[in-house]
Structure formats: C-alpha cells, structure tokens
Antibody
Framework: QVQLVESGGGVVQPGRSLRLSCAASGFTFSSYGMHWVRQAPGKGLEWVAVISYDGNNKYYVDSVKGRFSISRDNSKNTLYLQMSSLRAEDTAVYYC????????????????WGQGTLVTVSS | EIVMTQSPATLSVSPGERATLSCRASQSVRSNLAWYQQKPGQAPRLLIYGASTRATGIPARFSGSGSGTEFTLTISSLQSEDFALYYCQQYNNWPPWTFGQGTKVEIK
C-alpha cells in the first residue's frame, strides 16, 4: 500500500532554513508527480509546490517563490522541500502528497497523503 | 487564480440524515474537482475526483455531482465516522491548485 512519511519539521527561528523529507513506498515513486500541501493551525489546506515525475518541471505558490525549493531523489524514493527565509506565516503542518497522473507534466488531484510534519517558525 | 467557495461553513446533521455540501468555483473548472475528508489530527483523505468518481474504498453513501462552477457532495445517510471537515479542490487551472475553505459536518 502507498505510504508517505514526512520528516524534518520542528521549531525554527524567522529567517532560518529547514529541509523537509518525504519517504515514499508502495508505488513506483519515479513515475508520479508529487506535491507539498500545508495547513496552518486551525486553517484550511494550501497547495505549496509540485514536481514532475522526473524532477524537470516544478511549480510554486506565489507566497513561497524564491524561498522554497522542491526536489526529489528517485533513487532514494524521497521528496524534499527546502525552505529558506522562513516567516511566521509559514508555520503549518506540511503534507507530502501523490499525484495520480503517471509520466505526465500535467497534474491532477491528490490521491494519497502523508501524515504531515509540523513546522513552527518562532523566535 | 480560481477561488473555491464552500457552503455552509458548518452543517449540523443528525446521524442517519442526508448531508449536502456545496462548492462553487470562481470560473469553470469543468469536472476537475475533488473532495477530501479530514478528521481532527489526521491527514486529508480523497473521497471523490472528477467531480463524481468515488476513490478506492469510499462507501457508496458518498456521491459527488456538478460541473463547471457548481458542485455538490452528498452523504446519503450520515454515520458517526462521517462527522469531519470536508474540502473541495480544483485541479483544472494550475498553478496554483486551490482548495475551498472547508465545511465542518457536526452532530446535531
């Protein structure tokens, strides 16, 4: 069965950096696009970034452009989110999520979600 | 950016009753609309995609309808495990992928 396990969250000071990881199993990781979606405490879901199956195609929500970078290592079945210049408003649970489209530069909904990792930006 | 608006914010329903949740898009998203369920402390779970196709393992009491800008999620007979938050999401015009603000289904 599909499993997505995030790690790397924690408390970080404003302006600092943090890298999140997502270990994938139960499917052919290298065949699917992957997303990061976040949820601030008590708030709704916000899409953050997506990366194509081969890593060559990436998109970001405007609020993180230039600060966050999504990447993947298909040899390790792992997705990453490098976050820099962190702000208080980046405080959220970050979910790793799988796209259902195979070998595509087009993307769809999310068919599987990880359990999330909490990032708290505070001095 | 397409704005997704869900209504109502909170829906109070008795167990066994029908629940009808609405989602409106600021412009047409054709049938590229998904619904997710989220329980406290848990990740979201896919219920419906393509506006009306149930995801694997989702009970038949969940149904989705609509296209264009107006969508509905119906839970035909609410079970105790269905009291949760529900989000719609469009994946027609991206980036960004956008979610509604959520509807909380609570016990009446």
């Amino acid at each position: 069965q599909v499993q997505l396990v995030e790690s790397g969250g924690g408390v970080v000071q404003p302006g600092r950096s943090l890298r999140l990881s997502c270990a994938a199993s139960g499917f052919t990781f290298s065949s699917y696009g992957m997303h990061w979606v976040r949820q601030a405490p008590g708030k709704g879901l916000e899409w953050v970034a997506v990366i194509s199956y081969d890593g060559n195609n990436k998109y970001y929500v405007d609020s993180v452009k230039g600060r966050f970078s999504i990447s993947r290592d298909n040899s390790k079945n792992t997705l990453y989110l490098q976050m820099s210049s962190l702000r208080a408003e980046d405080t959220a649970v970050y979910y790793c999520a799988k796209d259902p489209l195979i070998y595509s530069y087009g993307y769809g909904h999310v068919d599987y979600w990880g359990q999330g990792t909490l990032v708290t930006v505070s001095s | 950016e397409i704005v997704m608006t869900q209504s109502p914010a909170t829906l109070s329903v008795s167990p066994g009753e029908r629940a009808t949740l609405s989602c409106r898009a600021s412009q047409s998203v054709r049938s590229n609309l998904a619904w997710y369920q989220q329980k406290p402390g848990q990740a979201p779970r896919l219920l419906i995609y393509g506006a009306s196709t149930r995801a694997t393992g989702i009970p038949a009491r969940f149904s989705g309808s609509g296209s264009g800008t107006e969508f509905t999620l119906t839970i035909s007979s609410l079970q105790s495990e269905d009291f949760a938050l529900y989000y719609c999401q469009q994946y027609n015009n991206w980036p960004p992928w956008t979610f509604g603000q959520g509807t909380k289904v609570e016990i009446k």
